[in-house]
C-alpha cells in the first residue's frame, strides 16, 4: 500500500449527506440480516433488473421467520446487480459486517445472530466512528424544525434544516403556526415565520437542505411579492395549480436563501439522479436551471450534490465559474463509480482543490453509510492513483487533494473544529 493509498483508507472522512435514522429507531426498529443487507439503493437496481415489489415485500416482512422464503427472489436477482455500484456496496457490507464472501441463503442465514448483535445500543455511534472512520456525520431527517440532538455525542452528528416544501410552494399553516406561534394567514406572514424558523432553529443547523428536484424543476425564476402573494392565496384555498406551486416555490427558496445567507448557513441543493424507479425527468434535474438562482445570490454558498449526475460536465462548468458553488460528491460514487472516479479527475484540474467535498452516504442505517465510505475510499484512492501514475499529480499532490476533500475542505466550510486523527479508526 502506497503511502496515499493509506492517507485515504486511513484517515478521518467527513460525511456530508445521511437520512440516518436516530439510535432509538436503529436499536428498536432496524433492518434484520435479510432487510439490512439488501437495504436502500441495492432495491432500485434489483427492480431495474426485474425483482416484483411483492417480492421485494416478502423480503422486508421481518415477522417471517423464514429467511429462506424472504431472501431466494432477491437472489435470483442479485447476479444481475452485483457489479453495480449499490450491489458493490452491499458485497462490501456482507464482507466487512458479516465476514461472508458470497451472499447466499445459507450465509445470510448463519450470520443473522452476529447482525442482530451490532443492533445493541451505542453500536450504530460505533460503526460510523471508529469501524467507518468518519469524522462526523450531517443529517437531513426532512425537519425544518431542528432542535439539539439527545443523541448528539459531542457534536458527531449534525444537522441540516429542510427547506425542501417551502421550495415546492408547499405550505401547512399549523405546521408553521406549531414551530414558530405565527399564524400564516398572507405573504407577511408567512415572511415573519419563515425567519421565525431560521432564529428558532437556524443555530441548531449546519446548512439548509433541499431535495425539491424530486417534485419539481430546478429551474427558478425571480418572482415578485405581488405574483407570490396571489399565488400563496390560491395555495392556501386549496386552488393551486402547478404554476402557482413553482411561482411560490422559487418566492420561498429565494427567501430561503436570503435567510440562509444572514445566518451564515449554506445551502445544499439534490442535482441530479433520483432515488427509486420510473419517475425521473431528465429536465427537471439538469444543475444548469439554478443558474439564475447562482447569479441572484452571489454571497450565499451553494452545495451542489450528487454531482449533478448525469450532468457532471456542466457541474465542473458551474464550479469553475461561480465562487458561490461547491461540489459535492455524495450518493455519486455509489450510483455510478465509474464516472465519479473520472470526474473526480476532471475536478482536479479544472476546479480549485478547496471547493470539494468527497463523501456522503445518503442512507439511513449505519452500516450501509459504513459501506458506501469504504466504496468511496476504494474509488477516490483508484483516481488519485491513477493521475500519480500517470504522470498528472506527484504523490505529494495528490496526498493534498486527498486532505482537503476528505476532510479540511469540510471542516472550513461548515466552521467546524477537527476533532478525528488518522488512524484512530478500526481497519477491516
Not at 411483492?54 to 442479485?78: F, G, I, M, T, Y
Not at 439527545?150 to 408553521?176: E, K, N, T, V
Not at 450532468?311 to 461561480?322: I, R, W
Amino acid at each position: 500500500m502506497t503511502d496515499l493509498e493509506y492517507l485515504i483508507h486511513h484517515s478521518p472522512l467527513c460525511d456530508t449527506h445521511e437520512h440516518l435514522r436516530t439510535e432509538k429507531q436503529y436499536v428498536e426498529q432496524g433492518p434484520d440480516v435479510a432487510q439490512g443487507v439488501f437495504s436502500h439503493y441495492i432495491r432500485d437496481d434489483l427492480r431495474t433488473a426485474g425483482l416484483s415489489e411483492e417480492d421485494l415485500k416478502r423480503l422486508d416482512d421481518a415477522s417471517n421467520p423464514d429467511l429462506e422464503a424472504r431472501l431466494a427472489p432477491v437472489l435470483r436477482v442479485w447476479p444481475h446487480c452485483r457489479n453495480t455500484g449499490y450491489g458493490e456496496a452491499v458485497s462490501y457490507l456482507a464482507l466487512e459486517f458479516l465476514g461472508v464472501e458470497e451472499i447466499t441463503v445459507r450465509a445470510l442465514i448463519e450470520a443473522a445472530p452476529q447482525w442482530n448483535a451490532l443492533r445493541a445500543p451505542g453500536q450504530r455511534l460505533r460503526i460510523l466512528r471508529e469501524v467507518a472512520g468518519l469524522d462526523h456525520v450531517q443529517i437531513d431527517d426532512f425537519s425544518a424544525v431542528r432542535r439539539p440532538d439527545p443523541d448528539d455525542a459531542g457534536g458527531f452528528f449534525r444537522y441540516d434544516l429542510s427547506w425542501c416544501a417551502m421550495a415546492c410552494g408547499q405550505i401547512d399553516p399549523a405546521a408553521l403556526h406549531k414551530a414558530t406561534d405565527v399564524e400564516v394567514r398572507d405573504l407577511e406572514s408567512l415572511r415573519r415565520a419563515m425567519a421565525e424558523v431560521f432564529l428558532r432553529c437556524g443555530p441548531h443547523a449546519v446548512a439548509v437542505k433541499t431535495q425539491h428536484a424530486y417534485m419539481r424543476t430546478l429551474n427558478w425564476s425571480r418572482r415578485t411579492d405581488e405574483q407570490a402573494a396571489a399565488a400563496l392565496g390560491r395555495v392556501l384555498g386549496h386552488e393551486a395549480d402547478e404554476q402557482d406551486r413553482l411561482c411560490l416555490g422559487d418566492w420561498c427558496l429565494g427567501r430561503g436563501v436570503e435567510l440562509a445567507t444572514e445566518h451564515g448557513l449554506p445551502i445544499k441543493i439534490h442535482t441530479g439522479h433520483y432515488a427509486g424507479n420510473g419517475r425521473m425527468r431528465l429536465s427537471w434535474i439538469d444543475p444548469g436551471g439554478l443558474c439564475e438562482l447562482l447569479i441572484e445570490y452571489p454571497r450565499a454558498r451553494f452545495v451542489l450534490m450528487h454531482t449533478a449526475y448525469p450532468y457532471g460536465e456542466k457541474l465542473v462548468s458551474m464550479a469553475k465559474h461561480f465562487p458561490n458553488v461547491w461540489v459535492d460528491f455524495c450518493w455519486a460514487w455509489s450510483i455510478d463509480p465509474a464516472a465519479s472516479s473520472g470526474l473526480a479527475r476532471r475536478l482536479i484540474h479544472a476546479v480549485p482543490a478547496n471547493k470539494v467535498f468527497v463523501f456522503g452516504g445518503d442512507t439511513f442505517w449505519p452500516t450501509m453509510a459504513a459501506a458506501f465510505g469504504w466504496q468511496a475510499r476504494r474509488w477516490f484512492a483508484v483516481s488519485l492513483a491513477g493521475q500519480v501514475r500517470e504522470g498528472e499529480l506527484t504523490e505529494s499532490a495528490a496526498m493534498g487533494v486527498a486532505r482537503r476533500w476528505m476532510c479540511e475542505n469540510q471542516q472550513i466550510f461548515f466552521s467546524l473544529s477537527p476533532r478525528s486523527r488518522a488512524g484512530d479508526h478500526e481497519v477491516l
